[in-house]
């Protein structure tokens, strides 16, 4: 690894590294909800892509699952 000596942090790099650890914080949370909770979401998000895209069915959907 590459020693780095010095290094300037802005606001801009400082909020895009939170933006970041967020992220990885919410996949942290997703990964420790319990199944029912996983397939009501998997559900509602079906629901919104229905609404939102109605003309647009997934491959599952086509199917009848």
């Known amino acids: 690894m590459h020693a780095i000596r010095n290094i ?3 606001p801009e790099i400082l909020k895009l590294i939170a933006e970041i650890d967020e ?3 919410r996949w942290t949370v ?4 319990a199944p029912e909770k996983l397939t009501n979401l ?3 998000a079906t629901i ?6 109605p003309h647009r069915r997934s491959q599952a959907e086509r199917r009848g699952g």
């Open 30 to 33: 997703i990964e420790t909800l």
């Open 23 to 25: 992220f990885k914080g």
């Open 8 to 10: 300037t942090i802005t």
């Open 48 to 53: 919104e892509r229905g609404v939102i895209h």
């Open 42 to 44: 998997r559900r509602i």
